[in-house]
């Protein structure tokens, strides 16, 4: 299967993507960029690998990553303050989920960053941003945002059984490329990253495409574990859930659904 052009890529991006690097084998294609972004590389630099050898997920978790993935990390550098990081994830997330459905992948967000199809894993969600003193106090300095999606492979190619992973191959039973994924990726995060600070529209689509919303579950932050029934997310993307002792915020957190619901 055909490998990425990086003019395609750039094509693609309009505003959004300035430069591409495509690498063979990487450890994580965040440590790229943030070797890229250390040396002053501008925002909209995207770099792709056909492979990594230590990707990484949320929480310190490794991320499986090996060929026929997409594996992609884009140096942002916003001009808004560091308040309004979070809602890159979920802005991301959701234009994963859309690219998705439009492949016809039935996918939901599981909150805040997870990509479901039927309750099993195809996608994630990482961004990590380093926050910088600035004359009206802090601001970012960059934000990486990662993104990780099974497309030409199987559960079991990342060591984890059908039950927890889904690929694309897995639910549309034939191969897509990965030029074709990023057709429709690239310009739906156009989209959603420029609704950042107009956030209205985003909670829509984060409510309706939510996994979460209307299930009892169990979330761990910080060594606290909370349980509740997920009610809604609230304007700056946070998960509200109604639990015995009252309606809790959180804005950050371990979803595991509960059974029952
Ligand atoms: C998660 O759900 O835990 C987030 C996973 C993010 C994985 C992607 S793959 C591309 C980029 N490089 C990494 O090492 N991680 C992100």
Known sequence: MKWLDEKDILRLGRSLIGAVELREEVGSTQEVA??????????GTLVISRRQAGGKGRL???WGSPEGGLWMSLLLRPDFGPELAPRITQAASVAVARTLIGLGVEARIKWPNDILVGGRKISGVLAESNTIPGENGPRLGFVILGIGLNVNLDPEDLGLSERRAASVRGELGRDVPLAEVLSCLIPNLETMLDEIEDFRDTLKDLRELSDTLGRRVRVRRLGEVVEGMAVDIDPEGALMLSTRSGLVTLFEGDVERLRGV
């Open 34 to 43: 943030r070797e890229l972004a250390a040396v002053d590389a501008p925002g």
């Open 60 to 62: 310190g978790r490794v």
